[in-house]
């Protein structure tokens, strides 16, 4: 009789720890408890399916029952394991939660519990699916799960431990194994078409991690049947026409095109895969990964270690970055997110995706507050001064020498790096004493005189002043305005008059001598037509295409 066909994946199942792909972290934990001799009575294996659970377990299993063990590093000769391995030993029963789920089952577990094992040293108990145990069933077996007979060891696994009952994580040993990544996928892959004698390459190995989505399992599979369907020698295309992928430089492809605001080439590219037949929900899965990969090259080195992806595609991904940013690529992210969750119930999965990658194209090219914000400052640092802009007029009661030595000194000191300067110093008084700070509640820098910071009192908090211009307050000031203005600075409380309106910003410009009050005159008013010609909102407006619905006085 012909020998009976094996599947890949159960053909090349782990049969060592070290050969369990991508799951270091509890391969690792487990040899060490092994060898410390620190075993504990349950464990809980948790992760997405086709990852290792169940083979970790078996893996573990053998480590315990073999005539060497326990041992981290199982012979694979003896009875006991090679009973395992075949899944016919006694002493391991591997239990499918989904189908052994009643009370009553688990009463029979718990009675068989108390024999002692056949021919190992443990009698070991692998519980898959174990979430889907009823709350009778889990409570059934809370008493022995918690103190169970010294020859008795529980392996549970699950894809959903937030349905495990409280009461049972807490008596086990939790191990989080992750989905595996592609590269490792890849060179796994390679591996077995090696030794299967089948030819394949880079692209073809590289779409099927992509499909697999972090499942070796689904992986071996997918190769399995590419070898029924295409024979010894694999393409990338076979893969992708077997399975409706789309190709990594269709992909690409999409990206250059919302990347370079190109929403014609973009929606042709869509158009060409739909007429293909490709899978849009997958396509548009795909396209957010992909740009999800991106963010994090755009974010720096230290992310690009931690994605593990094949060479070509981060090669791709490094040349991407370089013409664009993390701002546009997250509002892309965010246009591609919002259309990917709704686009299975669309009537026309090509009309709406072809909108999401309009709106992404568009996402791409806005502009954040914080970037609208630098670029309105940076035109007003390069536009000529308004007559009437934020420039106003002040008194002439001022003398002309304190004025000009005041204007002198904002050369190299500007009002917003004296309120910001002031802010700190203020922030920081409130860390060393907190009611000091509540005294300069009302208070405004006015400017530098020299290297005297005058700072003004509102009327209604004049009181206030004697309080707030103490030795130590003055000290603390004084330090945190020389940290951020890199000079000493002298401070001056003033208590401005109840009639006068100074402006902050202009207040600066309208000191007078020592001594003497410096009043800012009332502000010059803007109508509407001077508000529309000046230069700054002229420029603002043809930059960002905008227009002047209502200015309110």
Known sequence: MAQQYQVLARKWRPQQFDDVVGQEHVTTTLKNAIEQNRLAHAYLFVG???????????IFAKALNCVKGPTATPCDKCDNCLEITEGRSLDVLEIDGASNNGVEQVRELRDTVRYAPARGKFKIYIIDEVHMLTTQAFNALLK??????????FIFATTEPQKVLPTILSRCQRFDLRRIPANLIVKHLKEIAKKEKVAIDDKALAAIARGAEGGLRDAESTLDQLIAFCGNKIAEADVLSVFGLVAQDRIAALTDAVLDGETTNALKVLKDLDDAGKDLQRLAADLLDHFRNLLVVTLGAEGVASLQLPESEMELLVAQAKRTDSDAVLRVIDALAAAEGRLRYALSKRVFFEIALVKAVKARDMVGIDGLLKKLNELKGGLPSSPRGNDLPVTKTASAAPANHVRETAQTNSAASVDEAWAYAVEHLGKVTP??????VGTRPLGLRGNVLIVR???EFADRKEFA?????????????????????????????ATAATPAKSSASSLGKPGTSARAAEPAKMNVDDFKNDPLIKKALEIFKGTIVEVRK
Do not use: W
């Not at 997405?48 to 078996?58: D, E, M, Q, Y």
């Not at 918690?146 to 060891?153: D, I, R």
């Not at 009611?435 to 300069?440: D, G, H, T, V």
């Open 435 to 440: 009611l000091a700070k509540s005294y300069l």
């Open 457 to 459: 009192f509102d009327p």
């Open 144 to 153: 022995t799960l918690e103190e169970p007979p010294a020859h008795v060891k």
């Open 48 to 58: 997405p399916r086709g990852i290792g659970k169940t083979s970790t377990a078996r």
């Open 469 to 497: 211009d103490r030795p130590r307050n003055i000290e603390v000031l004084q330090a945190s305005l020389k940290e951020k203005l890199r000079m000493d600075v002298a401070l001056k409380f003033e208590v401005g008059e």
